[in-house]
């Protein structure tokens, strides 16, 4: 049996999965939707309002926007979380969460790190759907350090006991990499490649967005880098050097000067995993402009 917790914008969507789950999960269930059109309340204060509210053990959060293709897809979850050891499982998600704020995915190591399994639609960017995965190792279900937001199923207790955090993250990012390595400090975090779904919109990267990479990851710096993939030196260095240089960009559009991005530099300790030269080399860039 299973809770299904949808924070909904939009009617027809709502009614279109509702139909979905019903025709899909194969076991007991039930939805607990809250409309949000009007955007009043964070992801995470609703989330853990319907946590609370929740009359069975196994919840899934899911966006509106998907279809599920998988059928009995509900009973193949029961028995993934039937293992106490897992707390929080996916459909997409990195083996590795970089130093750097940044989203879940590995640039540079995507092939490797990034363990995805969704067939992806796009709203506002004009490309054809396709089916993003990644699976370099032919795994079934396999341990990650974060996953996104789009579907992720837990257990009350573990929710209850982690809780998202709506005191920092007030708005609708964020929420999905915070309870991952809230989760993964203390139970595996993994992702099942036996459900398939359609997602109907990509994300966007918006000041919002960027304001809560930063909140994370200064929140959860003391256990980052996360590394389940086995990744090298050289390898978590490039991948490191590439998220910091996205991030670097991001701020430049959000009107950050030489100083607050230096600032962002040592706040984030990127020394720790760039080495002296490239801890040089980023700082040199910065102050002549380059990044």
Not at 92 to 99: D, E, H, M, Q, V
Request: proline share 2%.
């Amino acid at each position: 049996m299973i809770s299904i917790i949808i924070a909904s914008v939009n009617p027809s969507y709502l009614s279109s999965i509702k139909q979905n789950i019903e025709d899909t999960i194969g076991t007991p269930y039930e939805i607990i939707s809250i409309d949000n059109a009007d955007a009043n309340r964070g992801l995470c204060e609703i989330y853990n309002e319907c946590v609370n509210n929740a009359r069975y053990e196994i919840l899934c959060f899911m966006h509106e926007d998907l279809k599920i293709l998988t059928k009995d897809w509900g009973l193949k979850v029961i028995d993934i979380m039937r293992n106490e050891h897992i707390g929080l499982l996916g459909v997409a998600g990195a083996t590795y969460k970089t130093l750097s704020p940044s989203g879940w995915g590995c640039p540079g190591i995507h092939k490797l790190s990034n363990k995805v399994n969704i067939i992806q639609h796009y709203k506002f960017d004009n490309q054809e759907a396709r089916h993003d995965f990644f699976n370099a190792d032919n795994d079934k279900l396999v341990r990650v350090a974060c996953i996104d937001g789009v579907w992720m199923c837990t257990r009350k207790t573990v929710a209850q006991e982690m809780k998202f955090d709506e005191n920092l993250l007030k708005h609708f990012h964020g929420y999905d990499i915070d309870f991952s390595l809230s989760v993964a400090s203390k139970y595996e975090v993994a992702v099942t490649y036996e459900v398939l779904m359609e997602h109907f919109s990509e994300g966007n990267f918006s000041t919002s967005w960027l304001d809560s990479a930063l909140i994370v990851n200064e929140k959860h710096l003391k256990m980052l880098p996360l590394n389940y993939g086995g990744f090298s030196k050289k390898q978590r260095m490039t991948t490191e050097k590439l998220s910091f240089k996205l991030l670097l960009n991001m701020l430049s559009d959000q009107g950050y000067g030489i100083s607050r991005k230096l600032g962002v530099f040592w706040k984030f300790q990127m020394y720790r995993v760039l080495g002296f030269k490239q801890t040089f080399l980023f700082q040199l860039n910065i102050l002549i402009g380059r990044y």
